[in-house]
């Protein structure tokens, strides 16, 4: 049984933090009693998003039975978790866009019931708010701006070198301080698209992008304090006219994992 969340924000947006906070919650049954679940439901709901959380879309919870309508009002459907048809133990799942800031101790209390009649409650507690993540902060000596660096073809970043030099931050707890015990990595992959303009750029896919991911502090990873120097050219061979999306990824041990994605143009 898990609560997870995600800011889903193309760089740059002007849209409130709230409209963007994806939060997914999870149970998975005990291996050998699959079946033995019949309904799940929050019976408690933080009072702040309680009465304002929708619903988001099913595309990636494993196509759950009965699951509501993207947008609805999350308490207009009581407040249920859906069981997925094709995860392989029948997870019981709902995301929501919460539609506002949870806080370090906001509660919810899953009842799952089970065949025969019975029941047990669960709790789940936020044990902290991320209030920050790994961003770049500038490429060569350039400041990375919320102007540049977007998904837009005439906002991305330029560069007209072999070479790309990258300075990301790292992550800060609410006091600023460096969040402890984190792993570093990078992410980089292109579209060949021709958009221009106001055209927005395609998110690569698998079959035909290439995606590169350091999965450790590689000779092209400089540590400072509380910044990462990324010397790409090392990972990630760059083409004239190509676009470029590169996300600094901080992963925590147990998985969690945050970054925000920019996008490039080699000239």
């Not at 698209?193 to 092209?220: F, K, M, R, W």
Request: aromatic share 10%.
């Amino acid at each position: 049984m898990q609560i997870s969340s995600n800011i889903w924000a193309t760089h740059g947006s002007t849209e409130e933090a709230p409209e963007q906070i994806a939060m997914r919650l999870h149970v998975y049954p005990v291996a050998g009693h699959e079946d033995e679940i019949t309904s799940v439901e929050c019976i408690s709901v933080p009072a702040t998003i309680r009465d304002i959380a929708t619903i988001r879309g099913a595309s990636s919870l494993g196509d759950p039975t009965d699951y509501p309508t993207e947008g609805s009002v999350w308490a207009d459907s009581g407040h249920q978790l859906y069981q997925s048809t094709t995860l392989s133990n029948n997870h019981w799942i709902v995301s929501v866009k919460p539609k506002a800031i949870m806080k370090v101790g906001d509660t919810f209390t899953i009842r799952v019931h089970y065949t025969g009649g019975g029941y047990q409650d669960f709790y789940l507690t936020t044990a902290y708010v991320l209030t920050d993540w790994a961003r770049i902060s500038t490429y060569y000596s350039a400041t990375m701006t919320s102007t540049v660096g977007t998904r837009v073809a005439s906002e991305v970043a330029t560069f007209n070198t072999s070479s790309l030099e990258v300075v990301f931050t790292k992550p800060l707890d609410e006091d600023g301080n460096v969040l402890d015990g984190l792993h570093y990595s990078i992410i980089a992959g292109f579209v060949t698209d021709e958009a221009s303009g106001d055209e927005t750029l395609p998110v690569p896919g698998v079959s035909n992008d290439i995606e590169y991911q350091a999965t450790a502090y590689p000779a092209s990873f400089t540590e400072g304090i509380d910044t990462i120097t990324v010397s790409l050219h090392e990972l990630v061979t760059f083409e004239a006219g190509s676009y470029y999306y590169i996300t600094p990824v901080a992963e925590s041990a147990d998985g969690q994992r945050n970054g925000e994605e920019y996008w490039f143009k080699k000239l």
